[in-house]
């Protein structure tokens, strides 16, 4: 059974994204039956070239991909130079679970309250310093640009490359190199990035592949943040595929189908990038340059996080206020009246969809963990360890089972989805919890294999030798020593897989047909009449849910080892 | 049970076709056979070979057989051989009486009542509900061993056990191991580059 | 999943019968009651999937309360499937024709209208003709009534019921403003004189190209080819004054027309936050609801231009696969009931008008709609009497096109 898992694991992702992306690339060479598309054509792509704006959409997506990557990655990773040790250090790290937990749409509500013209920030200006009596009229949320978009997007990466970066830092045995490098003379942030960061980066290079083709491809936070005159590709292959001409489903496949490719070039830059940048560091590494820069060095990996994760909580905090405000004109900077009024006539409609959720993201992550913890004991068990740094688990193919686990952080959604469900449709399979649930598992599996095998991989192998020769059977090890010891990085594992799966909008649309409602679905589906007072307290429903399973996370292994000190921090 | 001997035949362990080690030994039941190598001689690979967890990657030919029989094919847990290793490794989730318990067969009978006395025996009667973490190096070392012994292992392999104790505590500790393994008449195999370890020991000693 | 099968196949033969039942009585005005009876018998324990825009609390809970009436009366269960956007449902019943799913679809009932209804006509994706066939259409009296019966020029040939009227209603802070523009030439001249207060959902937002169609009737003397559709006339000649009127109104529009709100609730909001000063909804009713929800000040005032505005009538259609026809259609007709429409044309739930002939009810049905409350936020009650009719759907299509050809990407 376990040595069939990563087979299972494998065909459960690979299978329907394959099948998805091959029906989104039928009609886009003008295959589509029940549209009288018979015969295959280059028409689709004909009118997708003549979409109004469509260089524009393109190069969009493909900057954001890339620069919210960037920046994300060098708050990071200046951040950890910078801060080791320090009390900001361990307030953010204390910080990355439940940032990680704010849903991306609630977040994007948040920023795009806060910095909007009449947001926040300019009522906190105003009417003094700023003399506004109204909000001005600035073009600052759904900029041209994609400025503002590219910022939702990075306070919500930087979150999951910075839980990524400590779970590989684990290995690196960090200190003692930092020490090693101090005691050569070189200040400990320069220390840091000399001589710890050329070998962390190889460990995080997949998590940061999926943010780029995230980035480039994202729907929900685009549609909040995003520019609007074009919008990003991908919300306008969304509106294709939605659009009641019914004949631009044709153009639609053939813009996902460039979206792929999109995804696929922002990926291939940001690996010449990295050649580009590999070579150049090399000489800074070795230039033997010890202590100039440090100064900023040190203060920007401080203010930049620290920016980061202030934006982040003040937009959820905007969303709370808004979700009890009364009237609140400009400028006033808190409202005039408070209200329960609209948590009141939300809460009978709350029900539903919340357990709906909950219902969904535990079986989807308990299947997940199920799944993740065979292969990862698989792995154990036959004693072919993938070496330092390798993600993948299938012996003799390591690289493409590790490019295969992450097919579907790679493959936009919005590209193999809409396939997906004319392929669940030609198999006669009802929209049901089932498929649902199904579809999370795709996009929760990869998170919780990404969280929890470090954690599995570094646990020291002499703990199960030591209960095999006492006589215990490879399971009764497993079952009473591995999985009760490392109960802590599953349940975080769990609460990241629970995460993703409340946070889907896409997969639960369509394959639920839109019967199946959670409250992301009806978030965005509020968003649509613009009340942010409800749509306050929708996202801040979607933004706790989430937040309890890491409460779980972290407090039932407390509650379970309050008297075994050994069982405390990471084992 | 009638102590067996163990027995390494014509022993040979590669590493991508370099030789890694070469060995041909038996152990009588009772006594303690000390291998002597510097780190990276291959000592620890010949444990795991023995113990049955050597990685695919070596090459590896040769018998291990435990009174006589063939043992060399079956998995770790059924061997009936038992590890002591550098570090105590008592499970940090479960008490000083539960990591006795583990050790002891599923069948066995009146399961509390041995462990106590296993506790009293190693002098630490009262500790059962005790977190292993709050106990002391020597303690620990010796609740290892006695877990190790409640296992009722047919031979026994031991991976430098004393090394990470400080002097004062090493040679009591080496004393109370070797008259317990003595004791039960269990053939036993030491690696360790302490020649004050191998003297202890008191049995034949070969380097590596 | 399998475990409804047998019982979805045998209410599946039911429903052809009924379809083919259906289809003969077409030519008769109304079915025979006896046939009524059974599509209510068939019906009862069957669930609704009621495809319908989700963005609006109000209209939201109004659905709850149809679903709770629904329940008690005739023992069907209404589930409100809440949509971003109706070309979902569309998009939804296109993807299973696509898979050859025939019969046993997921879409039993739409929210519809306009150019959503053109297209699925179109595709063949409706179920009908059915709303002869209800009870109380005849209520709706189409024979004084035509724009029950005809969506957007197109005659809808009962594949859709009517449920609600929509008509551009423009509203405005009164403490801030006191002569609103009354045409769109005064729009113009306003939004010079208070440049970045003004703006229209972005194409192709339905609020927001129902704009550009009011601008047109306004702007052009072609009225009879706004009518028929768009291939019949000259598009770039008649547009031409469309254009001219929006590249000079554009750089006094709100972000200086480089950007658009997404929606017509969007604008709303900005008006709340006091970004805008003057816009306008489909719903006559929300900015008074926005007020009582203390989103808009009281001093708000609503109004239709002098010349009249659009309006349209909105409907329900049922798919061609859907498989629970029968309860879609006791459904249809509950919401023509004197109750349901007199319930929901209640500002106090949702404000939606009537689709009924209220001059044409017996006194006692007749009183539910009375009693207008004298809000002051509420539009004069003879506003409603200058409706412009809807163009051809086609015209939609072409101005949305061009809009995105001219101003997209720029």
Same mark, same amino acid.
Not at chain 1, 261 to 274: D, F
Not at chain 2, 13 to 29: F, N, S, Y
């Given at each position: ?571 | ?208 | ?216 009737? +306004? #702007? $052009?003397? =072609?009225?009879?080819?706004?009518? !028929? ?6 598009? *770039? /000649?008649?547009?031409? %004054? ?32 006091? +970004? #805008? $000063?003057? =816009?306008?909804?489909?719903?006559? !009713? ?6 009582? *929800? /203390?989103?808009?000040? %009281? ?42 429409? !007199? ?68």
């Amino acid at each position: 059974m376990l040595r069939l898992t990563p087979w299972l694991i494998i065909a459960l992702l690979v299978g329907p994204i394959l099948a998805g992306l091959a029906m989104a690339a039928l009609p886009a060479f003008g295959y589509l039956p029940a549209l009288g598309g018979d015969a295959f054509s280059l028409e689709p792509w004909r009118a997708l070239l003549a979409q109004p704006g469509l260089a524009r959409s393109v190069a969009i997506s493909f900057t954001s991909g890339l620069a919210t990557t960037a920046v994300s990655l060098t708050v990071v990773l200046l951040f950890l130079a910078a801060a080791s040790g320090s009390r900001l250090d361990r307030w953010i790290r204390r910080m990355v679970s439940p940032l990680l937990s704010i849903p991306h749409a609630a977040a994007a509500f948040g920023l795009a309250f806060l910095i909007a013209p009449s947001g926040l920030v300019a009522r906190a200006l105003s009417p003094a310093p700023s003399g506004w009596e109204r909000p001005p009229d600035l073009l600052i949320v759904n900029d041209p640009w994609g400025l503002s978009l590219m910022a939702g997007l990075i306070i919500k990466e930087i979150p999951f490359l910075l839980l990524m970066s400590l779970a590989a830092l684990h290995q690196l045995d960090a200190e003692r190199r930092v020490a090693m490098a101090r005691s050569l003379g070189y200040r400990p942030t320069i220390a840091w990035l000399k001589v710890v960061m050329p070998s962390l980066y190889p460990l995080i290079r997949l998590p940061v592949f999926a943010v780029i083709a995230y980035a480039s491809s994202v729907v929900d936070v685009a549609m909040i943040l995003g520019p609007t005159l074009p919008p990003t590709l991908a919300v306008s292959i969304l509106t294709w595929f939605n659009a009641p001409d019914l004949s631009q489903r044709f153009m639609a496949s053939a813009g996902a189908l460039l979206q792929l490719g999109v995804t696929l070039a922002a990926l291939a830059s940001w690996w010449g990038l990295e050649c580009l940048v590999r070579r150049l560091g090399r000489g800074w590494v070795a230039g033997g340059q010890r202590q100039r820069g440090e100064r900023m060095l040190r203060l920007a990996g401080k203010a930049l996080i620290l920016l980061a994760a202030l934006t982040a909580l003040v937009g959820i905090a905007g969303l709370a206020l808004n979700s009890l405000a009364g009237v609140w004109r400009f400028p006033d900077g808190l409202p005039q009246t408070v209200t329960l009024q609209h948590w009141q006539r939300a809460l009978p409609s709350l029900g539903g969809p919340v357990a709906a959720t909950l219902l969904i993201a535990t079986v989807a992550t308990l299947l997940a963990a199920g799944l993740v913890l065979a292969a990862l004991e698989h792995e154990q068990r036959s004693g072919r360890q993938p070496a330092q740094g390798q993600l993948g688990f299938l012996e003799g193919r390591r690289s493409a089972a590790l490019t295969l686990l992450y097919l579907p952080l790679i493959v936009p959604q919005i590209a193999f989805l809409f396939g997906l469900v004319v392929v669940m449709e030609a198999l006669g399979t009802r929209p049901t919890r089932w498929l649902v649930i199904f579809g999370h598992l795709l996009f929760v599996l990869p998170y919780v294999f990404l969280s929890l095998s470090e954690a599995y991989r570094r646990f020291d192998p002499r703990w199960s030798r030591v209960a095999l020769t006492l006589g215990a059977t490879p399971d009764g090890a497993f079952w009473r020593v591995r999985l009760p010891m490392l109960l802590a990085p599953l349940l975080t594992a769990m609460a990241v897989g629970l995460a993703v799966s409340i946070g889907q909008y896409l997969p639960t649309l369509l394959l639920g047909a839109g019967r199946i409602t959670t409250v992301t679905t009806e978030a965005v589906a509020l968003a649509s009449g613009g009340s942010r007072r409800l749509i306050g307290v929708w996202a801040l429903v979607q933004a706790s849910l989430p937040l309890l399973g890491f409460i779980i996370a972290v407090g039932l292994p407390r509650l379970l080892w309050t008297n075994r000190r050994g069982m405390r921090g990471t084992p | 049970m009638t102590a067996p001997s163990l027995e390494l035949k014509q022993v040979h362990i590669a590493l991508h076709g370099r030789t890694l080690l070469e060995l041909d030994a038996r152990v009588a039941p009772g006594e303690v056979l000390t291998v002597m190598g510097s780190s990276g001689s291959g000592k620890s690979t010949l444990l795991a070979y023995a113990a049955g967890f050597l990685a695919p990657a070596f090459q590896a030919s040769g018998q291990v057989l435990l009174g006589g029989q063939e043992i060399t094919a079956l998995p770790a847990e059924r061997r009936g051989i038992g590890l002591l290793f550098q570090d105590p490794l008592l499970f940090p989730h479960l008490s000083v009486a539960s990591n006795l318990r583990f050790g002891l067969p599923r069948a066995t009978p009146d399961k509390a009542a041995k462990v106590e006395a296993a506790l009293a025996d190693i002098g630490l009667a009262g500790f059962g509900q005790r977190d292993p973490a709050t106990l002391s190096g020597g303690q620990q070392a010796r609740v290892a061993l006695m877990r190790l012994l409640l296992s009722a292992p047919r031979a026994v392999l031991l991976d430098e056990p004393f090394s990470k104790l400080d002097m004062a505590l090493r040679h009591e500790m080496r004393q109370l191991v070797f008259e317990r393994l003595r004791g039960a008449g269990l053939p036993s195999l030491l690696v360790t580059h302490d020649h004050a370890d191998a003297e202890d020991a008191g049995g034949r000693m070969i380097a590596l | 999943m399998v475990i409804s099968l047998p019982r979805s196949r045998h209410s599946l033969t039911t429903s052809l019968a009924m379809i083919a039942l259906l289809g003969s009585a077409t030519s008769l005005a109304g079915a025979p009651p006896g046939d009524w009876q059974a599509v209510v018998e068939e019906a009862r324990g069957q669930s609704v999937y009621w495809h319908a825009w989700g963005g609006d609390s109000r209209t939201n809970r109004y659905l709850e309360w149809v679903a709770e009436r629904m329940q008690a009366e005739h023992d069907v269960d209404v589930i409100h499937v809440k949509l971003g956007d109706t070309a979902e449902a569309v998009s939804r019943v296109l993807a299973e024709k696509q898979a050859g799913n025939d019969d046993d679809g997921s879409v039993d009932l739409v929210w519809i209208n306009g150019e959503n209804f053109a297209a699925m006509r179109a595709n063949d994706l409706l179920f009908g003709p059915f709303a002869e066939q209800l009870p109380h259409f005849a209520l709706t009296h189409p024979e004084h009534n035509p724009e029950v019966v005809t969506d957007f020029t197109l005659p809808t040939d009962g594949f859709e019921s009517p449920w609600g009227k929509a008509q551009i209603t423009f509203y405005y802070d009164g403490a801030e403003i006191d002569t609103p523009p009354m045409s769109i030439v005064e729009l113009k001249a306003w939004a010079e004189a208070n440049p970045g207060r003004f703006s229209y959902p972005r194409i192709p937002d339905f609020a927001g190209s129902t704009f550009l169609k009011q601008a047109l009737i +306004e #702007l $052009s003397d =072609a009225d009879e080819a706004l009518y !028929a559709p768009v291939e019949e006339s000259d598009f *770039d /000649a008649i547009s031409a %004054p469309l254009w001219d009127y929006l590249d000079a109104l554009h750089p006094h529009l709100w972000r200086s027309g480089r950007q658009f709100p997404a929606s017509g609730p969007d604008m709303l909001r900005l008006v709340g936050d006091a +970004e #805008l $000063s003057l =816009a306008f909804t489909f719903n006559p !009713a929300e900015p008074a609801a926005a007020v009582t *929800d /203390a989103e808009l000040p %009281p001093s708000t005032r609503s109004y239709v231009f002098e010349g009249g505005t659009l309006g349209n009538v909105h409907f329900v259609a049922i798919p061609y696969n859907s498989p629970h026809k029968a309860a879609a259609m006791l459904l249809a007709d509950f919401l023509l009931t004197p109750e349901a429409q !007199a319930r929901k044309q209640d500002l106090a739930v949702w404000g939606d008008p009537t689709v009924l002939d209220v001059t044409r009810l017996d006194d006692e049905q007749a009183a539910r709609f009375e009693g207008v409350e004298d809000n002051p936020t509420l539009l004069a009650p003879d506003a409603l009497e200058r409706t412009l009719p809807e163009p051809h759907p086609s015209w939609m299509e072409a101005l949305q096109d061009a809009w995105q050809a001219r101003y997209v990407g720029r």
